[in-house]
């Protein structure tokens, strides 16, 4: 079966930290461009930042950079987002993707979400 599974998600205070993982089963991340995204209730979903299949290049949106972290564990078939310095507008259900092109087809997968909570 093939999925994409995020997890680590919970409450923490304003200031805190948390660790996501996107865990693949059934295909393998390595040939794979990874992105992170998130919806807050009642908005649209945001891109937050992805990492290179080729050379493991990574990108954050201003409103993360500084403060998230994306890397991959290619041994594990897993990415990660390290969250740090977390504020309320953080808050948000945080989704992952796997995407590429291949014979001018797109592949993409989705994760179903890991709610992330910042509340005091």
């Known amino acids: 079966q093939v999925q994409l599974v995020e997890s680590g998600g919970g409450l923490v205070q304003p200031g805190g930290s948390l660790r996501l993982s996107c865990a693949a089963s059934g295909f393998s991340l390595d040939t794979y461009t990874i992105g992170w995204f998130r919806q807050a209730p009642g908005k649209e979903r945001e891109g937050i930042g992805c990492?290179?299949?080729?050379?493991?290049?990574?990108y954050q949106a201003d409103s993360v950079k500084g403060r998230f972290t994306i890397s991959r564990d290619n041994a594990k078939n897993t990415v990660y987002l390290q969250m740090n310095s977390l504020k309320p507008e953080d808050t948000a259900v945080y989704y992952c993707n796997a995407e590429k092109t291949e014979w001018g087809r797109r592949a993409v997968y989705w994760g179903q979400g890991t709610q992330v909570t910042v509340s005091s």
């Open positions: 990492i290179s299949s080729d050379d493991g290049e990574t």
